[in-house]
């Protein structure tokens, strides 16, 4: 079983739509949860960084923790195109006595106009 | 959050040569990261860098194929020796400001080996 798990996609949606990005874990020791997009031919750009439980809103983007199912999520209402890109979740905390960061697989998101 | 340049952008190189990518960060970070993504895949952890001692290499990754530098808190580069075609992947350098703080990427080098 992997550490990180997200559905590979590929995911297609109307312009407008609202997109819900997920990922669960098993380790329990993660504390630092963050999300990633990723144009092509780009480098990961950080989107969103959470510590607790709960909602962190900025903007369009939503990222919901759920630590005790161990599941978190993205939301992005009002979807652009400009939002196509491949969106990597990842977890961090200390494991074996070191700072360790884990991603998932990315889910590759297309916004149809 | 810190301008992370790596150089070059991309290269296209024969088996059996040598590739230094460089990175360069427009700040002091405490720590700096070198990561390999292959093709439609996830980001795996190369080694991190040390700055003034030896890189920390991950599980599968020795120093002899990926020499790491880091003189100084702004700059490291990733040497990847003897190449082969399934070296052939993006090497992205990533930095961090301290423990709690996310990582940050630069935009990538991408590597083709004919």
């Known amino acids: 079983q992997k550490e990180v798990e997200q559905d590979p996609g590929p995911l297609s949606v109307p312009e407008g739509a609202i997109v819900s990005l997920n990922c669960t874990y098993s380790n329990s020791a993660f504390q630092y949860f963050m999300w990633y997009r990723q144009y092509s031919r780009k480098g990961p750009e950080l989107l969103m960084y959470?510590?607790?439980?709960g909602n962190k809103e900025d903007g369009r983007f939503t990222a919901q923790v759920d630590k005790s199912s161990k599941y978190i999520s993205l939301f992005i209402r009002d979807s652009q195109p400009s939002d196509s890109a491949t969106y990597l979740c990842a977890m961090s905390g200390i494991i074996q006595g070191a700072q360790k960061l884990v991603f998932g697989q990315g889910t590759r998101l297309t916004i149809n106009p | 959050s810190a301008v992370i340049s790596q150089k070059p952008s991309r290269d296209i190189c024969q088996r059996g040569t040598s590739l230094t990518i460089q990175c360069q960060v427009d700040s002091q970070v405490t720590m700096m990261f070198w990561y390999r993504q292959q093709p439609g895949q996830s980001l795996t952890l190369i080694a991190t860098a040390n700055q003034g001692s030896e890189a920390t290499y991950e599980s599968g990754f020795v120093i002899d194929k990926f020499p790491i530098s880091r003189p100084n808190l702004t700059f490291s580069t990733l040497t990847v020796s003897n190449m082969s075609p399934e070296d052939s992947s993006i090497y992205l350098c990533?930095?961090?400001?301290?423990?709690?703080?996310?990582?940050?990427f630069g935009d990538g080098t991408r590597l083709s080996i004919l």
């Open positions: 990533s930095v961090r400001q301290g423990g709690d703080q996310p990582q940050h």
């Open positions: 959470t510590y607790s439980s």
